[in-house]
């Protein structure tokens, strides 16, 4: 059996439930199809769940909402031997309940009309004569073929469609951490906090979080690049920071993962299919964060698929729009974070050691991240030329 | 005379055979199919499937960059 439609997405996460959503906003009269591998959106979660406050609240109202878990409003680093800085900044973010929020996005675009297939995997594509892309679809009730105008790819780390379609989607070893992460129960810990710690010997290369749910209920895990580790893997680093640092914590669902640490792939497009969120490397490579990065991206996709659908050019030159825009509006900023990630990691434990101490000098209502950066530069020389490298 | 490509083409053509072949495995007991390893696999041997993570034997080359990264120890090397 072979579906025709106009826009397809491939995976229901932030990025392709928003690109479904504006899609069908930006054009009604267009079919947009988006499947999810899964038998539920939103599950597994393969995330800490953190998210900005004013990213969010571009594309939902967190208040009261049940996708929502905990406002955060205060951050604490951790330096390697435990000196804990408490920043003052206010409307730090939010701790979302992923499962909910990925149904709740989905479900937008699917009142928009968008059609959801769940349990349904793209399995392959080709490219036809005529410009749509045939994918191969397979699901429980066996295969099928759809054909589309414009694929939006928002597969994850997998990135099979960016694969698929001819683009880079490779990442170097350095440049992908590899994360483990429980949820912890019967912990004691600031509610209203995420708490983030750095240390060779803990994460090397990346750091170790917790992310409050509820009272004494916490994501906690870390992200190392395994190139710097060990013999041991991200799991056996987490289990040993949980049992240094909440010896009493009830160890819940684990869950694993890859994030690119990189930049924005160099190609975000090709004839008639378009790549976005974490499939197309849309990440901070500093900090790992990627859903209000997914759903910029998506949002753009969903855009310019349906502007060339309607216009009746759906080639890669009408598309690159798309890549424009994004490096506009983030793809640059990564690359600057990419610099200074890279410069970050010619520091070590001791100079963050000395880094909190010298933060813990600011007044705490003071202590702000512009602050405690101005001081570290005046009293820590070896920042210059790291700050040089972000700023250039 | 040829001009060899940017993306290294011909180099695996000219690289001598390893003295030991081995390719990477995935232990599918373990696996949390997390997809970590897909992007990092340069010759893309590896996919993920609804069920399966599999490792096309004939592409893999042997290089170990998925080995390390993998967050469970899911990936071994056995002889080829």
Known sequence: ????????????????????????????????????????????????????????????????????????????????????????????????????????LAERAVALGAELLVSTEAAGMTCEPDGRWRVRLRGAGGEATCRARVVIGTDGVEAMVGRWAGLETRVPARDMESCAQYVVEGIDFDPDAIYLQFGAGIAPGGYAWLFPKSPGVANVGLGLVALKADARNARQYLDAWIARRYPRGAKRTCTVGGVIAHTTIRQTYTDGVLVAGDAAHMINPLSGGGIVNAMKAGRLAGRVATGAIRDGDTSAQRLSAYHAEWMAQLGDDHLKYYRLKRALEDLDDQFFNSLARTANTIPPEKRTLGRIFAHALVRHPQLIPVAARFFI | MLDAPHDG??????????????????????????????????PEAIHLELTDLVVDRSTCTGCRKCIAPCPVGALTMVSA
């Open chain 2, 9 to 42: 083409g011909y180099r695996s053509r000219m690289r001598a055979a390893p003295a030991f072949p081995e390719i990477a495995v995935v232990d599918l007991q373990v696996c949390d199919r997390c997809g970590l390893c897909l992007p990092l696999c340069p």
């Open chain 1, 1 to 104: 059996m072979t579906h025709d439609t106009d826009v397809l997405v491939i995976g229901a996460g932030p990025a392709g439930a928003v690109a479904a959503w504006e899609a069908k906003r930006a054009a009604p009269e267009l079919d947009v199809m988006l499947l999810e591998r899964d038998a539920r959106v939103g599950t597994p979660v393969r995330c800490a769940e953190g998210v900005g406050n004013a990213g969010l609240r571009e594309f939902a109202d967190p208040d009261g909402a049940r996708w929502a878990a905990r406002k955060i409003t205060r951050v604490v680093f951790v330096a390697p031997d435990d000196t804990e800085v408490k920043v003052a900044e206010r409307d730090v973010g939010w701790i979302l309940d992923r499962t909910q929020f990925d149904a709740f």
